[in-house]
């Protein structure tokens, strides 16, 4: 029981390098996810809505 | 110099203008849109919206502010008055029931994108958003907060409450997984438990 509670609870300092890497972690997965979208090609519809968009059709 | 044809010409360089200047954002409210509406057909749809709706209102937008942030409120907006957000709820809610999370015994060890748009998923949509704005759209607090139309500390609020959420998510997603944690404290109760009947 005691040594299991001494495995589950590390020294603060080092679970304060962890917590920290585990942020680091999530924040670079965060903007890989939003990174995949915006890398996407943008499908035509987009495209033709701003070019069908009323006023000046030359955009393109 | 006043003429009507050159007044016509000018707002046609301004419509031309704020065109050139919406087509570079196009992938980054198709980004919010797709963390918003989940489903990729459904984002794409607000997305669409959004990029009409920013088209009809070009004529309040204050050219040399940030479009950004003005078509991420717009599109924002649409996705709330729209009332998509029950739609979503309901649909994470029966993602999350049907997978479990997967550990992650080692910090360094990278993280799913699935795993990781579960444990979003399980966020509260203000966290949610409040940590993508930030944490992937590359804003400022104060742009955030402009954006979801509340305080500046709220939004910073807002964001540490997800960090700190989301990693307990993702960790408790490995306690799930080998049951230790949970008949750990299961234990823990029944010692205590014990040592109560028995100091009396």
Redesign the interface.
Known sequence: MISNMARKTPKPALALDEARLRQQAIGAQLRLMFEEVVKEPVPEDFLELLRQADSDPDIH | MPDPSNDKSA??QR??EF??G??PL???L???A??LAGDPTAA?DL??DA??KA?DARASFEIGTNMKAWTFMILRNQFYSEKRRSWRQAQLDQETAERTLIA?DD?????S?DE??QGLGMLPAEQREA??LV???GFAYEEAAAICGCAVGTVKSRVSRA?RA??SI??RGEYDRDGRAAD?AM?SIL?QAERLSGAR
């Open positions: 707002q046609s419509d031309g065109k050139r919406l087509l196009i992938p980054q198709r980004a919010f797709r963390t794409d997305a669409q990029l009409m088209w992650v910090p360094l060890a990278p993280l994108l990781l748009r940590l993508i944490g992937a759209g960090r989301l990693q993702l960790e750990e234990g010692a």
